[in-house]
């Protein structure tokens, strides 16, 4: 019998089994070696493949936390169905439970990372990737112009275009659908977000010239089979989502959502005759196939589709027979996107994959008198290989990307197309060492040595090195630093789309004629930085503390500038200093049982040279900021309080406006605080209800458009200076229905 289970087992030359907890949750991760050390790594869906040897007596079984187990070849019983024991269950030892509050900062990760889990998203309404930042002590969230309604972020100090954004790392709604990207992923469909702060990964490209910012979406094999968020506020916006799950096959994994958004009202608390916010109607689809756990090879096939449809400016014909200035947005997108990885080397640590994309986006825009059209179609692959060198002290990452992205655009009557090719290669070698034993405090270091180089069609070659380094004093300090360069290229109307509905006549440095008159030159910086995060224990509970500091300096960079006169918007090239210093402290503590207390600080100086040699703080950056928030995590009642405090802020200088045209706006604006407040009620596993309130304190700027009597015939129109948000105070309510 054991000859003919022996026999079996090299003749199939593979060992096929699962890996689950007591309560039959898949292990994803756990290893399972042979007695020589190699072996493999069990799937997320807790099934693993071992390749079979002759010449090795046992499998051991094992996972972090779990008591490990080992079977003799003899005693084999195929398929190999382990159940792991948490150690201190199996042990008989205290057992210490930590609590998930959403939200982490490891001190193991090499780089400085902070996590956001899908129990932080719940915190808040969430209904769009944008709004998952209203909680964050580390990116901030603009509040959007009455005309576009564009919302985007700040990290370090700078607008978000200096932020990497990857949708499962790769890159996420950029172009021409960068202006919307956050709002067109809807949160619940949000299983994670991954913050990086300076200079990190080469992996996806060198564009992350303050950070990078990864999201990932819902995984068919892990999620639930069903789950239905239906919300509805008092600002007449209603959202519903659906996400559905199904395995069609042994290894294969489907599923599918739905976004519709709707946003009717027709707000003017100021009385000047324009909407508060633009009216929207978004649809958004996602269809995904998954293969895992399927021997040497996984993989995943994406389709995403989308409109989104604005419609903004006055509410009614004006007196007097003048036209309406009317605001039309429209976005249009189809993305097709897939990974596929290959693991089936004959050693372990070896893998290799394949991201690849392509994408056909369209918008459609007026904004009174002048249009603004365009199309891109792009195409991306990228590939990477991980090996080790020696042993796991020394692990090797290598890639390569292309990337083609050809753009047709027109505003007002001028063309702005561009053909855009980037090919490159990346080189990353990750050092790790740590020690620790008996009466010997832990200790470790981790260095990531990494250097990209691109060739640019338009800009040229660009070298991209990045140096992150990692010292544990201790198991509950971490101390980092980390120095590089990235690189990107501008998209000069739509990082400006909300200057495009103002009076201001668009002029840039490329006037003469070319084959690509988008194309304004690259941006490139430096980013230097430090970090601390250390846990101090009070009373028994553990406070988690984070400093950071770093330092922004452009080489190139394309300079807003609206403070030359007031008829035009000039866009040129650096010529001087442009720089950001940014500093965070931060502190979370569970203050009592199931009460988290949540405090930040941040100092943000950025400063430009404009034209004629004038190094000037740069508009609507706040130097500080700070955060407090208060939740309490129930098991049927849950409550979070949120408080954000924003300082003054330098808006652009007036004194150039002609005789007569009148300024609603100061020269700073105030600061100002905001109150948040969610309250959610879980009535059984399926489903919760939570209510709550935006704004609290009634904050809201009036007066936020210049010029807003004569659109089309005054001296000066502009809605670009907004610094509060234009809504008081908004009430909401949802429901979330999950099956598992």
Not at 133 to 148: A, I, R
Request: with cysteine.
């Amino acid at each position: 019998m054991l000859a003919l289970l022996l026999l079996s087992v090299f003749a199939s030359a593979q060992v096929q089994g699962s890996v689950v907890d007591s309560e039959g949750y898949p292990l994803a991760g756990a290893t399972v070696k042979w007695a020589d050390g190699t072996g493999t790594t069990v799937a997320t869906d807790g099934t693993f493949t071992l390749e079979a040897k002759r010449d090795t007596g046992s499998v051991t079984v094992s996972y972090l936390g779990f008591a490990p187990q080992t079977f003799q070849l003899k005693d084999l019983v195929l398929p190999l169905d382990v159940v792991l024991e948490e150690a201190g269950t199996a042990l008989g030892e205290v057992q210490v439970t930590v609590r998930d509050d959403g939200r982490s900062a490891s001190v193991l990760k090499a780089r400085n990372i902070e996590s956001v889990s899908g129990k932080e998203l719940r915190k808040a309404p969430c209904c769009s990737l944008a709004e998952s930042f209203e909680n964050s002590p580390v990116v901030d969230l603009t509040y959007g112009d009455p005309l576009t309604g564009r919302r985007e972020i700040q990290m370090l100090g700078l607008r978000g275009n200096y932020t990497q954004l990857t949708l499962e790392k790769r890159p996420m709604l950029d172009g021409l659908a960068s202006p919307f990207a956050l709002d067109l992923i809807p949160g619940p469909w949000v299983e994670g977000i991954q913050i990086g702060k300076g200079s990190g990964s080469l992996e996806s490209g060198a564009q992350g010239l303050t950070g990078a910012i990864n999201t990932e979406l819902f995984k068919p094999s892990l999620s639930p089979k069903f789950f239905l968020n239906a919300f509805g506020s008092s600002m007449g916006r209603g959202e519903l989502n659906l996400v559905a799950n199904h395995q069609i096959g042994k290894k294969l994994w489907a599923g599918g959502a739905l976004h519709a958004g709707l946003t009717a009202g027709s707000s003017d608390h100021d009385g000047d005759g324009f909407r508060d916010f633009p009216a929207r109607e978004t649809t958004v689809g996602l269809a995904r196939l998954f293969r895992q756990g399927a021997g040497n090879w996984e993989g995943q096939w994406n389709i995403l589709a989308l409109r989104d449809h604005r419609r903004g400016g006055q509410l009614d014909e004006p007196a007097g027979g003048s036209p309406r200035y009317r605001i039309d947005q429209n976005n249009e997108r189809l993305e097709v996107w897939g990974k596929t990885g290959y693991f089936g080397f004959a050693k372990p640590h070896q893998s290799l994959g394949f991201i690849y994309s392509t994408s056909f986006h369209e918008l459609n825009n007026q904004y009174g008198e002048r249009g603004h059209r365009g199309s891109q179609r792009s195409y991306y692959l990228n590939s990477l290989y991980h090996t080790r060198i020696v042993n796991d002290a020394h692990a090797l990452a290598l890639g390569g990307t292309v990337r083609s992205d050809n753009f047709t655009e027109r505003y007002d009557g001028t063309g702005f197309d561009r053909e855009e090719t980037t090919v490159g290669a990346f080189g990353e070698y990750t050092f790790s060492w740590e020690s620790s034993g008996p009466g010997a405090p832990y200790r470790a270091f981790t260095a990531i040595a990494s250097l990209r180089a691109d060739r640019h069609n338009l800009g040229g070659n660009q070298l991209s090195p990045r140096l992150n380094l990692k010292y544990n004093p201790s198991e509950g300090t971490a101390f980092r630093l980390s120095a590089g360069r990235g690189w990107r290229s501008p998209n000069a109307l739509v990082d400006n789309l909300n200057w495009l509905a103002s009076s201001r006549t668009l002029i840039t440095e490329r006037e003469e004629a070319t084959d690509d008159p988008g194309f304004l030159g690259l941006e490139s910086a430096w980013n230097l930085g430090g970090n601390l995060t250390t846990n101090v224990r009070v009373n028994g509970r553990d406070v988690q503390l984070v400093v950071d500091f770093y330092h922004t300096r452009f080489q190139d960079q394309i300079i807003l500038d609206a403070e030359q006169d007031a008829i035009t918007l000039n866009l040129y090239q650096l010529s001087g200093t442009s720089r950001a210093n940014s500093f965070m402290l931060s502190a979370n503590y569970e203050l009592f049982a199931l009460v988290d207390v949540k405090l930040a600080y941040k100092y943000n100086d950025v400063r430009q040279t404009y034209r004629g040699g004038r190094l000037r703080e740069v508009p609507l950056t706040p130097r500080h900021r700070a955060l407090a928030t208060l939740g309490y995590d129930g098991r049927r009642v849950k409550g979070h309080l949120n408080y954000q405090w924003v300082g003054r802020q330098r808006l652009i200088d007036f004194s150039a406006l002609p005789v007569g045209t009148e300024v609603a706006q100061p020269q700073r604006s105030p600061s100002f605080g905001l109150l948040n407040a969610q309250i959610t009620y879980v009535a059984n596993a399926k489903v919760e209800v939570y209510f709550g309130g935006e704004n609290l304190t009634g904050v809201r700027q009036s007066n936020a458009i210049i010029g807003a009597g004569a659109p089309f015939t005054g001296s000066y129109f502009d809605a670009t200076q907004v610094y509060q948000p234009l809504f008081g105070a908004n009430a909401y309510a949802g429901v979330r229905w999950t099956l598992q």
